[in-house]
């Protein structure tokens, strides 16, 4: 028995999941989804979620905003020339 099995989103459709195996988390990259050991599985989704937040947080502290900022000047501006 493996730890973890990986498996393409295709060869599980209209299929049920191996025997003691729950679903984990999908990489949405190569559009396979990881499958962990039953207890394991919740443990191993709330970690990678959690390890995505804080990715998400630390990645779009700054330039984030400065994006949306310059966006909604540029759309207000050519609402207005539009006029």
Do not use: E, H
């Not at 190569?30 to 050991?37: E, F, G, P």
């Not at 390890?51 to 909604?72: N, T």
């Amino acid at each position: 028995m493996k730890f973890k099995l990986v498996t393409d989103d295709y060869s599980l459709m209209g299929s049920i999941l191996p025997r003691w195996y729950g679903f984990a988390y999908r990489l949405p990259t190569t559009c396979r989804t990881v499958l962990c050991i039953i207890p394991l599985n919740l443990i191993v989704r709330y970690a990678y979620k959690f390890y995505w937040f804080i990715y998400r947080w630390v990645k779009s502290s700054g330039w984030q905003d400065k994006l949306d900022d310059a966006y909604r000047r540029g759309y207000t501006d050519g609402n207005a020339t539009r006029r």
